[in-house]
């Protein structure tokens, strides 16, 4: 039986590591009676309640979706690496501006609560540009004027990506034998699965909670 009280969810990034992972559990919450997941190309998959248009990222940095509807929550798992983008522009076009086209288009739609995947370290005053464009992100983000806005910054995600990441691949085999001596202040380097992401997003977006700006680090993510 539907929920009366149940809502509408936008999700972009539905293809990447934690966005399929959130896409399946948020088919099977029921809180939520209709989720638009807008892609570059068609899912592969049975949509059930899913809407997938198809969008596209304007050269004067907005989106173009196809429909209109009404938003409740807003969850955006976007994000790439550098070296896949292909340059330092084109990085900041996915992980910054586009994400900022992602909120202020759910924002016209009536979304209260944006939840987004930045980084550890995250800061527009870091020296290190991956870590500052997410910062300016967050930034960005914080004066669009969501009523709630979470932030999650998990460490090294683990997980089956579709692209090839040598390095990442390295750590991954040995984050088993490295996260349990990563304890205290050092938790929230540990590496952590992209479904336990997946699933914090969906806890946080679910459980009551007062206005305003959250920002998890990995340690707390893995405790939700």
């Known amino acids: 039986m539907m929920n009366s009280q149940s809502k509408t969810a936008a999700v972009f990034g539905a293809t990447g590591l934690i966005g ?73 076009e996915i992980d910054l501006h586009a994400v900022v086209a992602c909120a202020k288009w759910t924002l016209e739609r009536g979304a209260k609560h944006f939840l987004v995947v930045s980084s550890m370290g995250a800061s527009a005053q870091s020296s290190v540009f991956y870590n500052r464009t997410k910062g300016q ?12 806005l ?17 390095l990442e691949k390295f750590s991954q085999a040995v984050a088993p034998f490295v996260n349990p001596f990563l304890k205290g202040s050092l938790r929230h380097y540990r590496a952590i699965s992209s479904e336990v992401v997946a699933a914090a997003m969906l806890a946080e977006a679910t459980r009551p909670s007062p206005p305003g700006v959250q920002t998890l680090l990995s340690g707390d993510i893995e405790r939700i």
């Open 20 to 92: 399929q992972s959130l896409l399946r559990l948020l088919i099977s919450e029921e809180r939520y009676s209709k989720v638009i997941a807008p892609t570059r190309n068609p899912l592969q998959m049975r949509l059930g309640k899913v809407e997938n248009p198809q969008f596209s990222f304007s050269s004067d940095l907005g989106l173009r979706i196809s429909g209109a509807t009404d938003i409740d929550d807003a969850f955006c798992c976007l994000g790439s690496t550098i070296s896949k983008a292909g340059s330092q522009e084109k990085f900041a």
């Open 137 to 148: 992100m967050e930034d960005a983000l914080k004066t669009l004027g969501f009523q709630r």
């Open 150 to 166: 979470s932030i999650f910054r998990p460490s090294l995600l683990l997980g089956e990506r579709e692209d090839s990441r040598p």
